[in-house]
Structures are given as C-alpha cells and as structure tokens.
C-alpha cells in the first residue's frame, strides 16, 4: 500500500504562487511515475499534469503549461507542483496520484485526499 499526503494549498491572490508537496510513505517511491489532478466543485477531475518516474519527462495540461511546474524528489519521496501566475479558474482541490504518466485518471493506482487551492480575484 501507499499513502500519499498533499500538502501547500490556500488561499492566494489572482497572480500569486504556491507550492504544492506531496509525501508518498508505505513503499517505495522510486520507479512510479506521478501526477496532479484538480476537481472544481461541480466539475469532472481534471489533469494538470505528469512526471516520469525518472524525472525528465513532464506533461502538463494546456491551460497550467507555462505557469505550473512538477518536480519529484526521489530521496524525499516527494512530488511537487509549483504554480505561479495563479487565475481564479485555478481554483479547485488539488490531488496527486502514482502509477502512471497519462492524463487519464483512471489509470492512477493511489490517490492522496487532496490539498484546498482558491485564487481569489
């Protein structure tokens, strides 16, 4: 089993930065590929975006590519999004998830329970 703990939302204003962080504990971290996912109220989960398991291969979704960045950190077991230039259409539930590098949820194994971001405009 894994247990993914996200972490880093808020409350921020339209143009603003976060970094989002998420802990992966129960086994190991190295060898899975991961991403972000957001879910707005009312709205279908949606992919933000993707890291291989080696790190150098990022996937982003078009309306974050360019603001949002994922790193991993594999000594930290820790995935990151950093997100600048904030929208209001930003706003949603953030979570990440391991075992795949698609924007497909459905084809992620493990799910963290999801970090609250709200811009405010």
């Known amino acids: 089993q894994v247990q993914l703990v996200e972490s880093g939302g808020g409350l921020v204003q339209a143009g603003g930065s976060l970094r989002l962080s998420c802990t992966a504990s129960?086994?190991?971290?190295?060898?899975?590929?991961m991403g972000w996912f957001r879910q707005a109220p009312g709205k279908e989960r949606e992919f933000v975006a993707a890291i291989r398991w080696s790190g150098d291969i990022r996937y982003y979704a078009d309306s974050v590519k360019g603001r949002f960045t994922i790193s991993r950190d594999n000594a930290k077991s820790t995935l990151y999004l950093q997100m600048n230039s904030l929208k209001p259409e930003d706003t949603a539930l953030y979570y990440c998830a391991l075992g795949s590098y698609t924007n497909n949820w459905q084809d992620y194994n493990y799910w963290g329970q999801g970090t609250q971001v709200t811009v405010s405009s």
């Open positions: 129960g086994r190991t971290f190295i060898g899975y590929s």
